[in-house]
Structure formats: C-alpha cells, structure tokens
C-alpha cells in the first residue's frame, strides 16, 4: 500500500514506520489517515512481531499537530454555530481510534522519538508501548495549554497513568517541554540512546521481542494494558486465567521440555 507521508521498511517480523512530512514534520488529516490504513493492516499481519515509529525529517519525531488545521477547523466549526455540551461526549475520532489501536493491537510499538515530538507527535509516542528517547537539542511534551486548548488526542490522560497526576498536573498546566534526559528521569522514555542512535536502539529492543513467543507476548502485553484501567482484582483473575492458557500451549510444553534437558537457557 502507497503512502504519501509515511516511509515503510520491514525486516522479517519487525518494520520501521518512519513519518515524513517536509518541511516542518507536522501531523495532519493526511499522517492521520495514512496512520489509520497502515495500522489497521499490519494490525491483521500474523507475521508481524514489532512496529517501531520514527521520524523521517532530521531533528523531528513529529513536530505537533498543524496548527493551521485546527485553526480552520475551529473557524468552520464556529461559523456554523457549533457548541459543545461537556456532559455530553464526543464520539471517538479516526485519531482516537489510530491510537487506541496502538495499544490494543497484538504487535508491540516502540516510538524511536529521534527528534522534537510534542503535542499530537508527544501523544502518539505516549499511546506506544515503549519509547526510546535520543539525547539532542530535542523537546518532548505538551504545550497546548499555551495555545488555550488541551492535549485532545489522549495526553491528559495517558501521561498521568504514566507519570501519576502530581507530575502530569505539572507538566500539563505549565505547557512545559523536557528534554530527552529530563524523560528518562521521568520514565517517560524507557531508554535514552545517544544522538543519533534511537532508531538501531529501537530495533534491537525490537528484535529481542520478536524473538520471544508471540502469543505470549500479546497476552503480556494486553495485562499490562489491562492493569491501567481494572482494580486489582479483575487484573490477578486475567493474569491466572492468561497463565493457564499459556502453560497448555504446545509453545510453552516445548521450551520447558528444552530447559529441564539443558537445551534452553532463560538467563542470557
């Protein structure tokens, strides 16, 4: 499938999704759609382990969302005299569902944030399953409240399972960016490469769980996921249910036969 902004390279069950769009790196309708298609077919590729995100342009992840997009569309809006009840919700956008799907989708995403990636760019990250941040003259966060709005794609709510709402309250009400150490010090970005090497970083975080069972993979991944937004309880229920599912598995019977005959070794 051809896309106009995103750049796709793929080496067996790992693919490296690259945006591009001169001259700034800004998302768009265009990076949203093109998002929609791509993830929604590689979300359906059982030969698919890992997706890593990256930016295409040098010194940008994903700038942040046009401005001039949501300027027109909050002029066209207003010109038809649209009003918003705050009790009654919005439905979910074609955004909304691009990065839900991130983490719902059986393939692990890694956001290799090589560049300046703030706003919807920083969201996107923030709705990956893992960040590899890169040391440069490079700003992550959210400043949209110095624009009177709110990070509306997933921000407010995704940083503060992240961070806890002490720190998301910091950030967010003060617009205020971070650079790539500062994340890491956060546990915004799980790993910190040195300039220029977030993308190889990535791909070998990526290889290693590509590496590992893919069933079990997915249904880890889904836990984690789970334990965001369950109480405990209903989390420990699924994790044993999960567990007895995968201890049947013709998967885990082999790999434990291998390690009680000193072929397999879990340590390394």
Do not use: W
């Not at 077919?41 to 940008?60: K, M, S």
């Not at 965001?228 to 249910?241: D, N, S, V, Y």
Request: hydrophobic share 40%; aromatic share 4%.
């Amino acid at each position: 499938m051809a896309y106009s902004q995103l750049r796709i390279e793929r080496d067996g069950g790992v693919l490296v999704c690259a945006f591009h769009n001169p001259p700034h790196g800004y998302m768009d309708r265009v990076t949203v759609e093109e998002l929609d298609r791509f993830t929604a077919e590689a979300e359906q590729d059982g030969a698919l382990r890992v997706i890593v995100f990256c930016g295409g342009l040098p010194g940008v992840f994903i700038r942040h969302y046009s401005v001039e997009e949501l300027q027109a569309l909050a002029e066209r809006l207003r010109a038809r005299g649209t009003a918003v009840d705050p009790e009654t919700p919005i439905p979910e956008r074609q955004i909304d569902r691009v990065f839900n799907r991130l983490g719902a989708m059986p393939q692990v995403t890694i956001a290799a944030m090589n560049g300046t990636a703030m706003g919807g760019g920083f969201e996107l990250a923030l709705a990956c399953d893992l960040r590899v941040g890169e040391d440069g003259e490079y700003r992550y966060g959210l400043p949209e409240v110095k624009l009177g709005i709110l990070p509306g794609a997933g921000g407010t709510q995704r940083l503060t399972r992240l961070v806890g709402p002490g720190r998301a309250m910091e950030l967010i009400l003060q617009g205020r960016t971070l650079s790539p150490a500062e994340a890491h010090r956060l546990g915004i970005v799980q790993e910190l490469a040195p300039f220029g090497g977030a993308v190889e970083l990535a791909r070998r975080i990526a290889r290693r769980i590509a590496a590992q069972p893919a069933r079990a993979v997915a249904v880890c991944k889904g836990l984690i996921h789970l334990a965001t937004r369950t109480p405990l309880e209903t989390g420990l229920a699924q994790e044993r249910t999960r567990f007895l599912e995968l201890l049947l598995s013709d998967t885990a019977l082999e790999r434990m036969q291998e390690m009680n005959r000193g072929a397999r070794d879990i340590t390394a």
